[in-house]
């Protein structure tokens, strides 16, 4: 019930709605001329039907209320038939409306619309034809039971059904119309105002002249009307509707009409006059419809080239805008189409190429560059002649005579038999572009000049270590790499030094692990077979996200450098070694001086005391003098070597605590050079937990240095990796040093720290006696062992808590 | 005994060599004569020695300027030159010159020598 209020129409609605029910009461009142029948042509029944086919079918109830009060409302007024009765007959015409609207909606679906003549048909047979049938059964039944009008049910039964159908053709079209197209306010030109005003006028006239028997046939109306209906539709098929009903009802009230006259029976003139109105409006109706169907038809039609022109407008536009020359050619190459751009670039239209004596396409190709027009010509006349696509990059004439550069490909449409209709053709200006690359051309080559003209070479790799480029320079230098050289490794393996490759080729490995820039020194075969000193840089070059994408490796040739400095150094050597020599000659020569002095004497002494002795007789006296000389002098001598060692032994005063790590690192320093010379590498370990220890740093670094220069020395022979350790570590309370070679060891573990003891072809056998003398002037000692697999370990220690000496 | 001893002058800055060579020397029957210094022994003259031993390396003169102006004086003069300093036994100035010694050098043959030189010396003169 809520809902149904809900559903509610708008009152005004309802009211209005209630008002024409009663006025059209009112008009089938007055034209109920047949006395006491009551029936006539029924306006309310397409009031009826148009108000529900307009609204939603969940509020049809309140329009069925409405529609009752109206019509007991006109009962009471005009038709005053029993109320039980009126009551029917209401329920009657209720009934058409509902199944008139519900039948409609269902053919013709919401909203009900009536553009075409099938739609028209439609509405008519159901709402003028089925509908009315329930009306006029009940109400025939409701005459008949009532014995109402002294009328029976079959003789009822076709009055109501006309009248009914007849308001129902009138009114339900003219209210759908209105309502619909309320919105709509086309406005009339002049021309329609007058020929509306000259049509209201014929009709008007004609309806009075033909209705008052001046002509002598009614339906001479018919004409107008239909005019109505095919120039103004609907509308003006309705309102001259309602106007031949009104007139219709004016005379025939008035009893003048023709209609009037007919017939003498008022039964039978209100069934003629039922019939002519019903048909009339069916006519009416018709033709309104076929004429709106044409109208729209011609709307659409309209609508469509409207469309199309548009279209076409838009796609000539586009071909024209198109920032490239479009063209067609006909299936033999004459030119039928050039767009607006192409045009403009040329200076020519389609029909500028046609000129006597040569063909369009002639023309056309006069405009391509001398260079390449044989080309153009020849390519595209093979296209043409096997139906290929045609591409091809040439230069065009521009119409002020500036040849650029262009990029044109042409296809074929073919016809639904396969045959070539035409040749469509697209053009790029790419003129811009071609110098761009030749710029870019040109600037690769300068790199590439410049490249091959410095004096380095370059290769590049990949991440994965595969080789991808190598200069020209490389090329020549090295050699163009063999086939089965795809990669850093190989490369390397190939043209490195065998001595210098497992060294070279870890530093490389860990530089392209590490992803950070290495050098590398090292002899590099050439193409002659001969092997040069050279050093090699790589660097990676990264992306933005630091990915490495790849790997450049620069070369230099620093043999003559290398020479250079091998000679310099062997210089060097040679005269550290002289200098060495010397002083020590120079030393030794002073030392022996020193001794061989008091030596001398005792030596001569010796032969004269035993000359005294030996005499005949003996000098005991002399002897005794002489002894006395000898014993002098051998204290003497004796003085002569303590004093010498005094001079190598050091005051405790140049002693201070050091760090063993740093005495180390500064020993390797001046020992990194030499070791590289000698291709030595040194593995220096020293444990970070070492106390500083009160030492005579020169003294230690002497025996660290020279320690490790009798290693490097032993090696020197020795093939194979030339591996020189030391390692420091703590014992107990002492640190103790190793020095670990891989020569040819050790033959006289014994003697070997002696003095004067040498197994070196030019040594004075010194060094290690030196250093087993400093060590134990620290406390500590120096003695050897033997390393495995093989070479020697030179060990000393350097007690932690020295005792001062 | 009757024979007049043979003098021989030695110089050596070294008073120990010094004094082992006049007791070496006297041990064998010579007179010696005994200098600290080259310039002493040119202060006192040299007519009256049969035989010079003279160190290489003494300050102001040395033994070979010593010898040479000795040589001069008196050319037939028997010249030892002794040297505690092997190296200067080997140089060029000493080489192709007979008489140099060695300290410590060998008593036996320092006298065999010196006897021999004088021997030459009284068979010649």
Not at chain 1, 583 to 611: K, M
Not at chain 1, 728 to 754: C, K, L, S, W, Y
Request: proline share 4%; aromatic share 8%; net charge negative.
């Amino acid at each position: 019930m809520t809902g149904l209020w809900m559903q509610r129409p708008k009152l005004i609605h309802l009211g209005i709605f209630v008002a024409a029910y009663i006025a059209g009461c009112a008009f089938a009142q007055v034209l109920a001329f047949m006395p006491g029948t009551g029936i006539s042509i029924w306006l309310p029944s397409g009031l009826f039907i148009a108000t529900l086919l307009l609204n939603s079918g969940r509020n049809w109830a309140w329009w069925v209320v409405a529609g009752c009060f109206a019509e007991l409302v006109a009962n009471m007024l005009w038709f005053h038939s029993p109320f039980p009765a009126a009551v029917l007959i209401y329920a009657g015409n209720a009934l058409e409306a509902v199944t008139g609207a519900w039948l409609i909606r269902r053919a013709l679906g919401h909203p009900v619309r009536l553009d075409t003549l099938q739609q028209m048909l439609i509405f008519i047979a159901l709402g003028a034809g089925i509908a009315p049938i329930m009306t006029a059964t009940v109400g025939a039944a409701t005459v008949d039971w009532f014995d109402m009008l002294s009328q029976n049910f079959w003789t009822a039964w076709p009055l109501f059904w006309i009248g009914d159908a007849t308001g129902v053709l009138i009114v339900a079209p003219l209210a759908l119309a209105v309502f619909q197209n309320w919105g709509e306010t086309s406005r009339l030109s002049t021309a329609q105002w007058m020929e509306i005003s000259i049509l209201a006028l014929i009709f008007l006239g004609i309806a009075a002249l033909s209705l008052g028997h001046y002509l002598s046939f009614t339906y001479i109306i018919v004409p107008p009307l239909l005019w109505a209906a095919v120039r103004f539709e609907f509308k003006g098929a309705a309102i001259a509707l309602i106007l031949l009903a009104l007139i219709t009802a004016v005379f025939t009230m008035s009893g003048t009409g023709e209609l009037a006259g007919v017939s003498d029976s008022p039964k039978e003139r209100h069934i003629l006059l039922q019939l002519f109105l019903a048909i009339s409006a069916f006519s009416a109706m018709v033709v309104a419809a076929i004429s709106r169907q044409h109208r729209l038809g011609l709307l659409t039609l309209r609508q469509s080239m409207d469309a199309l022109r548009d279209r076409q407008w838009e796609l000539t536009q586009l071909v024209n805008v198109v920032p490239s020359h479009l063209w067609r050619l006909t299936p033999d190459g004459e030119p039928i189409f050039f767009n607006r751009r192409m045009v403009d670039f040329l200076g020519m239209k389609v029909a500028d190429t046609d000129r006597p004596g040569s063909t369009r396409l002639d023309v056309l190709i006069e405009a391509v560059h001398p260079t390449d027009a044989p080309d153009f010509r020849t390519s595209l006349k093979h296209s043409l002649s096997t139906g290929e696509p045609f591409a091809m990059r040439y230069r065009l004439r521009r119409a002020d005579g500036v040849y650029r550069w262009m990029s044109s490909r042409a296809d074929p449409l073919r016809g639904e038999d396969g045959r070539i209709v035409q040749w469509y053709g697209l053009c790029h200006d790419i003129d811009d572009q071609v110098h761009a690359e030749q710029a870019l051309r040109e600037r690769e080559r300068g790199l590439q000049e410049l490249v091959d003209a410095l004096p380095i070479n370059i290769l590049s790799f990949a991440p994965s270590r595969k080789m991808t480029y190598a200069s020209k320079r490389y090329i020549d230098k090295v050699g163009a790499p063999q086939p089965h050289i795809e990669n850093f490794d190989a490369l390397a393996r190939e043209v490195a030094h065998p001595e210098d490759f497992p060294k070279m080729f870890a530093v490389a490995s860990h530089g392209f692990a590490s992803g950070q820039l290495f050098v590398n020194r090292f002899r590099r075969r050439d193409s002659q077979g001969i092997y040069r000193w050279i050093e090699a840089r790589a660097q990676p070059l990264r992306d933005a996200s630091g990915e490495i994408v790849q790997w450049y490796m620069v070369s230099i040739d620093i043999d003559d450098e290398m020479q250079a400095q091998q000679a310099l150094r062997a210089a060097q050597d040679s005269l550290a070694r002289q200098s060495q020599a010397a002083s020590l000659a120079e030393l030794s020569a002073s030392i022996a001086h020193e001794v061989n002095q008091p030596l001398a004497a005792v030596i001569a002494n010796s032969y004269a005391c035993h000359r005294w002795l030996t005499a005949d007789p003996p000098n005991i006296e002399r002897a005794n003098k002489t002894v006395d000389r000898i014993i002098r002098d051998a204290n003497s001598a004796a003085d002569v070597v303590s004093r010498i060692r005094a001079l190598f032994k050091q005051s405790a005063d140049t002693r201070a605590y050091t760090m063993i790590g740093n005495v180390v690192a500064e020993a390797q320093n001046l020992m990194a050079e030499e070791a590289t010379r000698r291709r030595v590498q040194m593995d220096i370990d020293v444990a970070s937990d070492l106390p500083a220890i009160f030492m005579d740093v020169v003294q230690v670094k002497q025996v660290l240095i020279n320690l490790l220069r009798n290693g490097m020395e032993a090696m020197d022979s020795v093939s194979g990796d030339k591996m020189l350790g030391l390692h420091v570590h703590r014992v107990e309370t002492a640190i103790q040093v190793e020095i670990r070679d891989r020569g040819h060891g050790i033959e006289n573990p014994d003697r070997m720290f002696e003095p004067f003891f040498t197994t070196k072809e030019h040594g004075m056998g010194m060094g290690l006696a030196i250093c087993r003398s400093i060590i134990e002037s620290h406390g500590g000692r120096l003695w050897a062992e033997r390393n495995e697999p093989q070479g020697a370990i030179l060990l000393f220690t350097l007690p932690i808590e020295l005792k001062v000496l | 005994m009757s024979q007049v001893k043979r003098i021989v002058a030695v110089v050596d800055d070294d008073p120990r060599v010094l004094e082992s060579l006049e007791e070496l020397l006297e041990s064998a029957g010579y007179a010696t004569r005994s200098f600290g210094s080259a310039g002493a022994l040119l202060n006192g003259g040299i007519s009256n020695i049969d035989l010079l031993i003279t160190d290489i390396g003494m300050p102001t003169i040395d033994g070979f300027e010593l010898r040479d102006r000795v040589k001069r004086e008196r050319p037939d003069l028997p010249v030892f030159l002794i040297t505690g300093r092997h190296e200067i036994a080997d140089q060029g100035r000493a080489q192709g010159v007979g008489g140099i010694f060695q300290k410590p050098f060998d008593g036996q043959a320092l006298l065999a020598a010196v006897g021999d030189a004088l021997q030459h010396k009284g068979k010649g003169g």
